[in-house]
Nanobody, 121 residues
Framework: QVQLVESGGGLVQPGGSLRLSCAASGSPVSWNSMGWYRQAPGMQRELVAD???????NYADSVKGRFTISGDIAAGTVSLQMNTLKPEDTATYYC???????????????WGNGTQVTVSS
């Protein structure tokens, strides 16, 4: 009843840019945080960036200075601007949100289906 839908993935050369977008739909959620994770083949899923309803942002060290997260947490939208992309950024990127729903669900994680980002020459 709650869906997160990603868009914007694709193939890009090293040094290029992509912008990922995610929007929530379905049952209303009071979001505590929204952000992006990624998972490369053979690797565990890792946090890329997120922000909270208190206005805090967090970035993985590997993307700090290159990626920028933005969005409207009240509206359930989040984007990730990815600049100066490197081959090691190649992964499936997943939109994530943690929020509260009626009647009694607290800080429940929700996931999108993922969008592929491939950085290659």
């Amino acid at each position: 009843q709650v869906q997160l839908v990603e868009s914007g993935g694709g193939l890009v050369q090293p040094g290029g840019s992509l912008r990922l977008s995610c929007a929530a739909s379905g049952s209303p959620v009071s979001w505590n945080s929204m952000g992006w994770y990624r998972q490369a083949p053979g690797m565990q899923r890792e946090l890329v960036a997120d922000f909270t309803n208190r206005g805090r942002t967090n970035y993985a060290d590997s993307v700090k200075g290159r990626f920028t997260i933005s969005g409207d947490i009240a509206a359930g939208t989040v984007s990730l601007q990815m600049n100066t992309l490197k081959p090691e950024d190649t992964a499936t990127y997943y939109c994530n949100g943690r929020g509260n729903t009626w009647p009694d669900h607290y800080d429940v994680p929700y996931w999108g289906n993922g969008t592929q980002v491939t950085v290659s020459s």
